[in-house]
């Protein structure tokens, strides 16, 4: 990246740190989401980006993490933080799981695809009887009220939330860097592009693809957590949707696939987008079923068509933010 981009990203990350001194309670909303989405994007992109598998079920992810923390907080009073390498641990063990079935059996491409979509789909109807995870009626965290901010808990304002997902966001991105320049990550990139040939040069397929699906997983699981902690009520046919997962892999898609700033600018195209067109069915009273689905699909439409490799790879050479090959470094 260019001294150009560092600057930029600097002050994209001052602003973002200065937000919530500037902007009202909605305004932050916004924001909140947007960083979720980025984070949950970001998660993603190293299963599909990095490693070049296709998950279209990431919503059993999000669902386990967010379920497993909060059960364990509801009836065990175990706080978030401890409760989060629980969610991690069962979201690894699922997503290992449903890869050792496809990579073992040879399972690829779309056929994958379905699988996770089987697996989130299994899910979503199973916690819809489990009673001790609240049914389909939902399952609540009590709120705290105006007793402050409890971070070892998760209980406070919206500015406490804000600062805990910029800071997974930022984690998750400064990992995602570390792993992508490691050699794990060299082998992800080999697999994704020459399977056969990295085979050929002693990769263990089964071993690089599981490695992505379990670091994928856990990072999802802790975006579970977090939304179980900011919403505080949970509820299958919402949390574990096939919705919810096209939700998820969309910034990415826009953004930019395999990039690390490409689920990060992906969501703050998508998210406010989304929260304009929700203001103009509310001003206009025009609300047809699935109109905002309809908007995410002619999004990734125009997208694909026009800006194949997403949007960050052109803003970022149009604006002269990455070095081109044969630059110095």
């Known amino acids: 990246m260019t001294g150009r981009g560092i600057v930029l990203l600097v002050l994209a990350g001052a602003l973002l740190l200065a937000a919530p001194m500037i902007a009202d309670r909605y305004v932050l909303s916004v924001l909140t989401t947007v960083l979720w989405f980025a984070y949950v994007g970001q998660a993603w992109n190293v299963m599909m980006g990095f490693s070049g598998l296709l998950s279209l079920g990431h919503a059993l992810y999000v669902g386990l993490g967010a379920y497993a923390s909060a059960a364990l907080f509801v009836h065990f009073g175990i706080g978030p933080w401890a409760g989060m390498w ?51 009626g939902g399952f609540f965290i009590p709120v705290a009220g105006d007793a402050g901010n409890d971070v070892l808990n998760l209980r406070g304002s919206p500015e406490l939330f804000y600062y805990v997902i910029l800071a997974l966001v930022l984690a998750a991105l400064a990992l995602s860097r570390v792993l992508l320049h490691s050699r794990l990550g060299y082998q992800w990139l080999a697999v994704r592009e020459e399977p056969e040939a990295a085979e050929a040069v002693g990769v263990d397929l089964f071993r690089a693809r599981i490695a992505a699906v379990a670091v994928s997983s856990a990072l999802t699981a802790l975006g579970g957590v977090f939304q179980a902690f900011y919403f505080n009520n949970l509820f299958p046919e919402q949390v574990f949707s096939m919705g919810r997962s096209i939700e998820i892999i969309l910034p990415a898609i826009v953004g930019g696939i ?72």
């Open 86 to 136: 629980v969610a991690m641990l069962a979201a690894t063990a699922a997503g290992c799981f449903i890869g050792f079935l496809g990579f073992r059996f040879g399972v690829r491409g779309v056929h994958f695809a379905l699988l996770t979509i089987a697996f989130a789909e299994v899910a979503r109807i199973g916690f819809d009887h489990l009673q001790w995870f609240g049914g389909s």
């Open 258 to 329: 395999g990039t690390l700033i490409g689920p990060i600018l992906g969501a703050f195209i998508l998210t406010p987008l989304g929260e304009l067109l929700t203001f103009l069915i509310e001003v206009t009273g025009f609300d047809l079923p699935g109109l905002k689905q309809l908007f995410y699909g002619v999004a990734l439409v125009v997208i694909v068509v026009y800006r194949p490799d997403g949007v960050w790879p052109w803003l970022a050479a149009r604006l002269g933010l990455v070095r081109r090959p044969g630059e110095d470094a």
